[in-house]
């Protein structure tokens, strides 16, 4: 399990409904379960990674939900949606990289009216999110250079047929969450 101390201390306290926090079914067969890293908080969990020698890679990943893409969804979950996002959120990593977020996604949030060509459409609105934090229980918005967003914005409405708008989320948490869902 993936389960860290912020996603109980949020679950705990009604802030979110974690996936991993709790969802074990009650049919198991073995009468404890072992989680060793239970406690600790992702910061935590990057030091004891770099202390067994893990690659950066994995030690200084960025988290990456447990129920996957769903969770970057507002709404109904489709196959249509999920492709999406999945094509925003490649964008958005390969994009914001260099700046070395805590976490950077798109979500899907709705839908909007645009324009692509000389044609009014009526397409998907994406919002962008770039984070730092040190342990995932408060987050500060990354500034991000504007020739950056733009770039984003441009990749996502041209890349992805569907989409006719990108927003940058500006919220801190508290008061907003991390992910959208």
């Not at 949606?81 to 899907?108: C, G, H, T, Y």
Request: a neutral charge; hydrophobic letters at 40%.
């Amino acid at each position: 399990m993936r389960r860290r101390h912020p996603d109980r201390i949020e679950s705990e306290g009604g802030i979110k409904a974690h996936h991993n926090v709790g969802g074990l079914p009650s049919c198991m067969e073995f009468k404890t379960i072992v989680e060793p890293l239970r406690d600790l908080y992702k910061d935590e969990v990057r030091m004891v990674a770099r202390a067994l020698g893990l690659p950066q890679e994995i030690s200084e990943r960025m988290p990456y939900p447990g129920p996957g893409l769903a969770v970057r969804i507002v709404g109904e979950v489709t196959s249509e949606k999920l492709d999406i996002v999945r094509k925003a959120n490649a964008i958005v990593e390969e994009e914001v990289e260099k700046f070395s977020p805590w976490q950077a996604f798109a979500a899907l949030l709705g839908k909007a009216t645009g324009v692509k060509g000389d044609v009014r459409v009526y397409g998907w609105v994406v919002a962008v999110r770039s984070v730092s934090s040190r342990d995932a229980m408060t987050a500060d918005v990354m500034e991000l250079p504007w020739e950056t967003l733009r770039r984003i914005s441009s990749r996502i409405t041209g890349e992805i047929p569907t989409v006719s708008r990108v927003v940058y989320d500006l919220t801190p948490k508290p008061p907003g969450t991390i992910e959208f869902e």
